[in-house]
Structures are given as C-alpha cells and as structure tokens.
C-alpha cells in the first residue's frame, strides 16, 4: 500500500475558499470484477462474463450526459469507473443512486472500478491540468490497465465525447480503443435503434441547452447551504410540492414535513399561488417555501373546473391553457362566505429554492404544426404539451418534429434556467399517435411510473420444470422437513368462480371429542420457490405487486408459479405456510396457535356462490364428488356442509369481535366476474353480498393478525407490518354537515363511534344516501402503510379499519411482494424459536423501512394507474355514442357536494364522479320546467350549506339538494393533448325515469363494450400486434386473472380514488387500509 495525498479545494458557509489536503492510500490489488481474472482478485458476486467481445468504459462527460445509454439492457460489460461515478455525483444525488442501484443490480451486466485506489492506474493531477482532462486521462489509463491485467483476453472500448482525447489516444495501445459515443453506437451497435435516437435526443438537448436570451424570468433559488440555516431557524418551511390537478395553473399545495417554529402550526401545507411563485418548481420536487405577509395571501377558488369529483385530470379539449374568462359573480348565503384568504386553511408562500428534484419520465404531445415554433438550425425546438396537468410545456429539440406531430412521445427535463419560462428536455422514446387504445395504455403506465417487461430468459431459468407431460411433484425430503397434512385435514378453498391461481385454503375438523375446534388458513409457500436475492426475487421486489389495468394485468411473478406451482389446485400436492388454531368449541376462545410449512392437498375447489348454496341447504352439484357411489358421495358431503357450517360459526365470532372494537365498514366496490368459453373476463358486474365473501375475509384477517404478532414478538424492531393511523377529524367536516343536513348526527370521535353513527345513518327510502355517507368517510380517511417496527412506537401500530393493535399482510404472496417478506420473517421467526438462527440475514430497521416506503409508493402507483385506466374505457364505452339519441347515455345521477357554480354527483349505474354545471361561462343558468326538464337561461345562482338554486331573469328557480337524484347526459370531450373526459350534463332535476337498463346490466354493458372496442382496436392496429415468444412463455398477462381481480377488489374495499386526486385541495385524503 502507498500512501500519497490528494488536494481539494472546497468552499465554505460563507463563500471563502479552502484548501483540504486528505491522505490518500494506493493498492495493488483492487477487484477487477471480470470472470476472465487469472490474478484471484476478490471480486465477489457480480462479475462480467467473459464470452463478449469487447467491455466498454465511459469517460466522465459520457456517465454525466448519456447514461440513459448506458441503462439500456443490450448494453453489456460497462465499466464504471470511480472517476467517472465521481463527476456523476457532482451533477446530483439522484442520479449518482440511479448508477449504484445499476451497478448493484445482478440483471444489467455493469461494475464499478475503483480506478484511483488501484496504484497503477491512478493518474495524479497535473499543475494547470484542467479537471475534464485530469478526468479522461484516468479513465484511459483505466482502460489500459485492464486490458493488461486481463492478459489481453479482452479488448476494451473506451468512448468520450472529447474529439481531442479520441485523436490523442486511439493509437497509443493495441487492444484499447478511443472512440466517441455516435462511432460506438454505429459501428457496434447499428441495429439497436433505441440507442441511436436517445443519442440523437440527448445530443440535441446539449446543443440548445444555452437559454434563447439572458432576461429573468424567474428569482434565482437560494444556495443549498443558506436554504439549510433558514429551514434549522424556522424562517423557510421544508415540504414537496404537490399541484392541484384541477387548478394547475394557480394552485399548489407544499405537505410539509413538520416545521422548527413552534409558533407556526403548518400541518395543513402552505399554499401557492401561481407560476411564479412556484418559481420553477415542479410537482413532486422537494422544495423550501418563504411565507408570504398575510397583505399578499389570496383566497382559493370553489368554483367547480373540468373533471373536478373524477379521477383524471381535468380537460379543457384544446392544446393550449384556457384563456381567462371574466369571473361572473356567484351570490352566497351569508353562512357560505367563509373562503376568504384568512380562512382558506393554508399559510401562503413562495418556493425559494429546490432541494431535490423528483423529475420522472413525462409523456408529452407533440402539438400541430405551429408558425410560433422557433427554429435553430436543423432541428426544431417545440413546446410540447404534458399529459399530466400538473407539469408545464416542455421545450424540446429535434429533428422529428413533424413527423412527431399528435404523437404521444416519452421526455425526460433536463434543465429549467432562470431565463425560460419553460424547462427544456429531450425526446426518450416514441408510443405512438394520440388517441389510439395501446397508445393511451402505455401513457398511463409510464406516467406512473410502471415498467414491467417480460420475464427475462435467465428468470425463467430459476423455475422448477413443470409441464403437462410431466408435471411437477413434491420433494420426499423436502415433505419430510413439513408436517403432511394431506390425509388428516379436509382442506377446501373458497374463490371466484374460474378461479385459477388460489393461493389460500381453509381448514376446520373438532379435536378433543368435541370439546375443541381447529382452524387452518394455508397459504401458497412462494418464498420456497423465490430465494431471497434471486433474479425472480429482485424483479418481485422491483414490481412490489401485480398491476391491474381494466384490460389485462402485469403479474408480479412468472405464472409457473402464480397458476400452477404455487396455486394450491384441488387434487393436487402442494406447499403451503399454515396458521393453525386451537380454539374452545364453546366459547372460541384460543387454546393454542401453531404456524409452520406444511404439505396439503386441497379436497374441495369451491366458488362462494357454490360454497354459499350448500349453507343453504340448497341442492347442488359439487364436481369433485361425481366421482362416487350415492352413499360415499352423501357422506362427504355431509362432512363438507359440516366445516362450512362451522367455519361460519367461527368467521361470525371473529367480525363481532372486530365490531366491538370499532372496526369500520366503509363503501367499496364488489363485483363479479363474467367469463367467456375461453376463460377470459367478458365483464364485470356488482356482486351480490354473499356471507361467504365476509367469511373467508375474517378468516384471512385472523391469520394476518396473528402473523404480525408473532413477528413482532420475535423481532420487535425489524418486522414488516402495516398500520392505518386515525384519520384528523376536521377531515370528516364534508361528511358531518352532509349527514346533519339529512338530518343524522355522525360522532367522528373514535372508529367505534363513527361504525355506529354510519349503521344509524339510513334513509329507508333511499338506499343510496348510506351508501354515499360511507363514501364521504372514505374520503376522510388516511393511507394504510407499511413500515418496520423499529421506525415506530407501539402505540403507532394500531389498525383504524380493522380495530388491530397489530397487522400485517400474508395472505396473496403470489400477487404482493411485502406478503413475501412477511413470510421469510415469519420463516426465521420459527427457527429463532427451535433454537436455530435464521438461514439468512434478516434486513436491518433501516432497510426495512426503505423497502415498506417502496413498496408503498407502488402500491399508490397501481392505484393511480388502475383509476386512470378505468377512466379511460369509460371514455371509450360513451365516445362514440350519440347523447342526444342513444338511451344508455342518459343516467339517474346523486348529488354529494355543492360547489359555486354546480354541484359534484356519482352515477352509480356506471360508477361515475364528475361535476355537473348549474352555471356556464355565459352567465346562463339552469331552469327547470314543470315537468322538471331542465333550459339554460340567463340567470344567478345562489349557493346555501346544503342545496343551491338558480333563478333566471323570468323568475323562475330551481333547488338542487344534496342527495337529491336528478337525470343527467353523458358525452365525452376528447383532447388531443391529455386524456379523455367524461362530461355530465342535467337534462333533468327529477330522478331519471328512462327506461334504461338496470344498473348492474349497464355497468355489465359498459365493460363488455369497453372490451370489444379494446380487441377491435389491437386488430385494426397496423401492423397486427403478435405476441412473442417471450410474452407467450413468460406470460405478461392482458386479461386480469379472477382470483387476483377479485381478491384486488377487497383490497381496495374501503377505497375511494377520487380522494387520491385532492392531495393538493386537503391535506391527507387518502386510502384507508384494505380488508384482508
């Protein structure tokens, strides 16, 4: 080892400079990371295979500038090294993890060489060496001494951007060659056309970087060291800054994260008002905000705006922001006038600085042709519109622009200087022209962050064989590790009906001569398929959970696992986690609990319709006992209605015990699945309530409860559990005054309060108010989360839904990665117990909680991505429909909220939110007629706590209620530059009398035509779409699969989506914890 110095020079709190000198030890024997080593160098895992042609090292401008390139997947043997990583982190935090998280993936085929530690391929810096230049000669110098130590096996390609570095070196040494990032991409790489035109994108961007003039648009942000002193003082608030959707233009809202001044009380965010007080933050960046003197404050809009009570953005149908009407004056009670600038909730501020900027992918639209556009030499910069509202035009240079033209295209910002009013970017990846059904698919994944490929071959390589010729069996050995349950248990499962990936089953027998009880919940052993730090396992933990989209689903696991090793099939052996239960046959009360692996054979593969006929007494047909004579089938039979019966019994014991603790049962959407002679879903229509549905559902939650106290006890303070934190009661305001204007008194004051408030809350002849009141509390609720013991105190872990003091989710390993931790903790938990250590290394507290916020930010993706696509086949059912001819565009439709200018309903035929206008942008007014047919007229609106009424100039007015019905008429307004909507017009303030379907055939009618106009557009798509052989042996799924659907479904029970899209209008409006 060498011992040398190395000189930096760094500044400090108050600008002066100062020279560091640090010690600085070279080795001989760095890891070099490639298979082809014949030195033994320590290298670990991960190492470069040794059959490419070539490895390839960036030098420093080619990491900071393109390393998008050297993301993509085909690129193989990339050699990152310590110098270049260096100049990466220089550039920001994000994108030096983005490298780490690349380098440490096993799936992508890079390392990181510690160049400046190795003694014979450190370069010192020379006096007057400018640091660009410092910088590649030690890349090259790396380059040279890897291609020595490997002997010359291996020739390594280093590409530059600096044309004088190419001229300098590519001659010095055989076998290592200089050459810049376009060369290498062409003569290397000629067919990978994603390559070339990220290159073209990225190089074009460079090119216009400079802004177009150097006047000011916007304050320059704060230095990181000043914005640091005011947040530790309290003079600056720290938060991220989320953008109402609804007001994108005006409005935004900064969560912040607690603030050091305790005189200030900011829990609700600070408000912002404007572009230029959002100065040029994005939504999501993590920002510092100033307050702003209480002379500046401004009051915030109630005025309805388009697609405000929907799920998706809000539309105006053009290309370009709306233009500024004159506000018409709105007359409000004197009860009503009470948004005034000191009471609208929200402290007011502006950003002063960025702290961290969470950029992602944006699908923009490339607009028509425009005369504005400027041009610069041979490429165009184009203002491009974002899909999302909430993100500002985006500049773009290229030289497609109009061949791009109403193309949704894949950008990433790049800059956002002073002196533009817009942040500049560059082109990533095209999807195809607006409007088209794939299109639109595949903008809602990327605008949620949601990249789900194929299973890659060396996934599939960790799969079991498994075929119809021969089909995989239990291991003896590995059975005799299990308890067999296979001839002592009648195991049954209970799921939709088509179901094939079951990955639970239930159990039930007496014990003791009946003095005792035994219930079993068996859950698919996945983890015994899925070793913790596989390929399968790190591509599991990445996705966190299956997606759902209204047309097909993107597992989480290849689907040898999720439909057929891991789904416990009746008649067939498998492996399972179990929960067993001793319980007292009188009073239920628990004897004795035991978990364990085991091995069981499902008897009975039941569908809760069947399940629930056989509780009734009524005579049906179960298919697995065909098979015998009158008498043995009779007897089996019998046996099976009798652990139905019993397990009933149990499950109605569990949910009085959950009730009398205050459990919650909110508004959620239940449905069926209809399928067709190939097993695919045709529709989706409401289900009927069965009691079987809540039976396996309190069987399922018993067994997660009971999980999460046994890994809590064993590991206090790394265990994986999910908590819902009791909503804040001003939250419930909505629902209060709603209820008490319906003439009910809702008690907000504890979980058990609110249940029996909203049991008492029915209106005999309606049952639509409950339903809607149950809506609203949902609404109040906030997120259900995982986290890691340790990052909490016990009083924390309390379940508000559930009225848990403790729970977890392990129950749907197949479709949710955190089920799969939960099962490896509770595996390590057992041979804690039999006095074995766990067989690997359980995750500290830290890595915990990184890995339960991860899996929490996905989960909200999957939500968002499920409520957009749901949005989007809405559209497409009314798009081509007449509303003035066609009857299944005209709906009976509920007031919830009342607005300025309108009022916010739910149609519960199709499942509809959206506003519906008293008041247009002419002044005109709603009147209604005799026969309550509705005309607009010049007229005022008058808006009290709980209806508003219009009056024309005539004199005539009409009252709309809350939970009044009125008629409404659906159409849909198409953009070319975001989503779709759907428009609800009042066509009547009478119920809708139409002769229309019932509402579960038109919500059926919706789905199937939603699904033939999906399958008509993928064949009319050009070219015709085949799946390839990957997607065919990997199964990236485009039906959602019954079970998960279903199982989905109670996931989501207690969810309201429209609440996901407020952030920006309330503080926390989020999902409330799923039932199991």
Same mark, same amino acid.
């Given at each position: ?31 070099? &990371? ?73 799936? &992508? ?84 056309? =994603? ?91 993590? /920002? ?16 309805? !705006? ?23 004056? /709105? ?19 502006? /950003? ?42 985006? %500049? ?22 002073? !002196? ?35 299973? $890659? ?54 014990? =003791? ?83 364990? %692996? ?133 939250? &419930? ?7 008490? *204007? ?18 008492? *809350? ?134 919830? *909220? ?47 706590? $709980? ?38 017009? /009042? ?29 008509? *557009? ?9 799946? $390839? ?48």
């Amino acid at each position: 080892m060498i011992k040398t110095e190395r000189i930096l020079h760094l500044r400090r709190f108050r600008g002066r400079k100062v020279r560091v000198v640090r010690e600085h030890y070279l080795r001989e024997r760095v890891p070099c &990371f490639s298979s082809l080593c014949q030195a033994d160098c320590a290298n670990g895992v991960k190492v470069l295979p040794g059959d490419l042609t070539h490895y390839v090292m960036p030098d420093a401008d080619v990491v900071v500038d393109y390393l998008e390139i050297l993301e993509l997947k085909e690129l193989q043997g990339i050699i990152f090294t310590q110098t270049a990583c260096q100049a990466l982190h220089s550039k920001g935090r994000r994108f030096y993890n983005r490298l780490r998280s690349l380098v440490k993936d096993p799936r &992508f085929h890079c390392v990181q060489f510690a160049n400046e530690f190795q003694q014979y391929s450190f370069c010192p810096r020379e006096k007057g060496e400018s640091q660009e230049k410092w910088q590649t000669r030690c890349v090259y110098s790396a380059a040279v001494w890897y291609y020595n130590h490997l002997a010359g096996m291996m020739n390594v390609v280093m590409i530059t951007e600096d044309e004088e570095a190419v001229a300098q070196y590519s001659s010095l040494h055989s076998g290592v060659y200089v050459v810049t990032v376009q060369d290498y991409l062409q003569n290397f790489w000629p067919d990978l056309q =994603a390559a070339q035109e990220l290159y073209a994108s990225i190089s074009q961007a460079l090119e216009e970087r400079e802004a177009e003039d150097s006047q000011r648009e916007f304050p320059e942000h704060l230095p990181a060291e000043v914005m640091e002193a005011g947040i530790k003082s309290g003079r600056y608030i720290q938060g991220t800054l989320s953008v109402n959707k609804h007001r994108a233009q005006s409005e935004a809202l900064v969560q912040t994260e607690g603030s050091s001044s305790q005189a200030m009380d900011l829990s609700s965010g600070v408000l912002v008002h404007g572009g230029k007080n959002r100065n040029r933050a994005v939504h999501g960046d993590v /920002v510092v905000v100033e307050l702003l003197p209480r002379s500046e404050w401004r009051g915030r809009a109630t005025l309805l !705006t388009e697609g405000q009570g929907d799920d998706r953005s809000p539309d105006d149908g053009q290309e370009k922001p709306m233009p500024t009407v004159k506000p018409i004056p /709105v007359e409000k009670s004197a009860d009503m006038q009470r948004c005034t600038a000191e009471k609208c909730g929200h402290d007011q501020g502006r /950003v002063v600085g960025v702290l961290q900027r969470n950029w992602r992918d944006y699908v923009v639209t490339f607009p028509s042709r425009d005369a504005s556009q400027s041009q610069s030499r041979s490429c165009q910069r184009v203002l491009t519109v974002p899909w999302d509202r909430r993100i500002p035009k985006i %500049r773009i240079s290229t030289q497609q622009a109009e061949a791009l033209q109403d193309h949704r295209v894949v950008v990433r910002l790049d800059s956002w200087e002073s !002196t533009s009013l817009y942040p500049n970017g560059h082109s990533v990846k095209v999807l195809g022209r607006a409007g088209e059904l794939e299109t639109e698919v595949q903008t809602i994944l990327v605008e949620n962050c949601i990249h789900v490929p194929p299973f $890659s071959e060396a996934q599939m390589k960790e799969m079991p064989l498994s075929s119809p010729e021969k089909p995989w069996r239990v291991d003896p050995a590995e059975v005799a590790r299990r308890r067999d349950l296979r001839d002592s248990h009648l195991v049954f499962s209970i799921d939709p009906l088509g179901c094939e990936d079951v990955d639970d089953t239930l159990s039930v027998r007496s014990l =003791a001569g009946g003095t005792l009880l035994e219930l079993g919940v068996h859950i698919a052993d996945v983890t015994h398929f899925v070793p913790e730090g596989s390929l399968t396992d790190l591509e599991a933990r990445t996705r966190a959970t299956t997606y759902y989209l209204a047309d097909r689903r993107y597992d989480m696991l290849p689907a040898v696992l999720s439909a057929d090793l891991c789904s416990l099939l009746g008649g067939v052996d498998r492996y399972a986690m179990s929960v067993l239960w001793e319980l007292d046959a009188g009073s239920l009360a628990v004897r004795r609990v035991w978990f364990g %692996r085991t091995v069981i054979r499902s008897s009975y593969q039941l569908h809760y319709e069947l399940a629930q006929a056989l509780l009734n007494g009524e005579e049906v047909r179960v298919p697995e006992l065909e098979r015998f004579c009158p008498e043995e089938k009779d007897l089996k039979l019998a046996q099976l209605i009798q652990a139905l019966e019993m397990l009933t019994r149990v499950s109605r014991h569990l949910r009085l015990q959950r009730d009398r603790g205050g459990a919650l049962e909110l508004e959620g959407v239940e449905v069926r699945a209809q399928l067709d002679k190939d097993k695919n879903i045709t529709a989706l229509v409401p289900r009927q309530p069965l009691e079987v549905h809540e039976t396996v559902a309190e069987c399922m939650i018993y067994a997660n409860h009971w999980v999460a106290r046994k890994i809590q006890e064993s590991f206090p303070n790394r265990a994986l559990l999910r908590r819902h934190p009791p909503p804040r009661l001003e939250l &419930f305001s909505q629902l209060v005054d709603t209820a008490k *204007a319906m003439g009910f008194s809702v008690d907000t004051r504890t979980n058990k309060a609110l249940a029996d408030s909203l049991d008492r *809350a029915v209106d005999p002849q309606d049952p639509m108010v409950n339903r809607l009141l149950r809506m609203m509390a949902t609404r109040a609720m906030s997120q259900a989360l995982y986290f890691s013991t340790g990052s909490q105190p016990q009083d924390q872990y309390y379940h508000y839904g559930l009225a848990l003091d403790r729970y977890t989710h392990f129950t749907s390993p197949i479709r949710r990665y955190a089920d799969m931790v939960v099962h490896r903790l509770l595996t390590a938990a057992l041979e804690l117990e039999q006095g074995a250590g766990p067989a690997g290394i359980l995750a500290t507290n830290r890595e915990l909680e990184e890995l339960a916020q991860h899996i929490n930010n996905k989960n909200w993706t999957a939500q968002r991505a499920q409520s957009a696509s749901t949005g989007l086949f809405q559209c497409l059912f009314f798009r081509d429909r007449d509303p003035q001819t066609d009857l299944r565009c005209v709906a009976d439709a509920i007031i919830y *909220a009342i607005r300025d200018n309108g009022v916010l309903v739910f149609v519960p035929e199709y499942g509809i939110k959206g506003p519906v206008y008293l008041r247009n942008k002419e002044g005109q007014v709603v009147s209604a007629e005799a026969g309550g047919s509705c005309k607009w007229q010049g007229g005022k609106v008058r808006r009290y706590p $709980s209806y508003i009424t219009t009056t024309t100039a005539g004199g005539c007015s009409a009252t709309f209620r809350l939970m009044s019905h009125i008629t409404v008429r659906i159409s849909v307004r198409s953009s070319s530059c975001h989503s779709d909507t759907l428009v609800l017009e /009042v066509i009547s303030n009478q119920p809708h009398r139409g002769s229309g379907p019932p509402a579960s055939q038109g919500h059926r009618q919706l789905v199937q035509e939603v699904v033939r106009l999906a399958e008509s *557009a993928q064949q009319t798509a050009a070219p015709t779409h085949k799946l $390839s052989r990957q997607e065919r042996d990997f199964l990236q799924s485009r039906t959602p699969n019954l079970y998960s659907i279903l199982e989905e479904i109670r996931e989501l029970a207690l969810m309201d989506l429209d609440a996901l899209s407020q952030a920006s209008e309330q503080t926390v409006l989020t999902v409330p914890d799923p039932l199991p």
